[in-house]
């Protein structure tokens, strides 16, 4: 399906995933331009400045995902951090699908709850088209 990409392994650099996953995004022809341009900005500047240099997929744990979220929620915000960890997800969930990792750490982790108990204006049609792919990348076929 993706030539370039059929060895993804567990050895395989996060950016090179990243690199797939909206690669594949843009494929598929399920989402808009409006929705791909966004997932590819938080993928640039929430998740890859944290992963791409150093983290292997097999290195990306729980604890390193968690800490990851934590420091984002301290040193941001909580819509910041919710949004960093839908896009870790949907890539991480692609790395399941390839078999490079056995489960996706970003789904281990508890939920961080918002702070202010209020969501941002227009927050909730994003997280929302978020979370709906979450649920269609996890279902079998």
Known sequence: MHGEFDDITA???????????????????????????PCERDMRT???????????LREITVRRVDTFLKTTLRNGSYSRAKLARAVLSLALVMAVRYDAIPRTPSRMRRRSTN??????????????????????ECRPG
Request: charged content about 25%; some cysteine; proline content about 3%.
């Open 11 to 37: 050895d395989t650099r996060f950016a090179r995933l990243a690199t797939m996953w909206l690669a594949d995004l843009k494929e598929e022809g399920r989402t808009s331009l409006n929705t791909q341009s």
């Open 46 to 56: 929430l998740v890859l400045p944290a992963f791409e240099h150093l983290l292997l």
């Open 115 to 136: 702070p202010s108990g209020r969501r941002r204006r227009g927050e909730s049609r994003w997280v929302s088209f978020l979370c709906v792919s979450l649920a269609s």
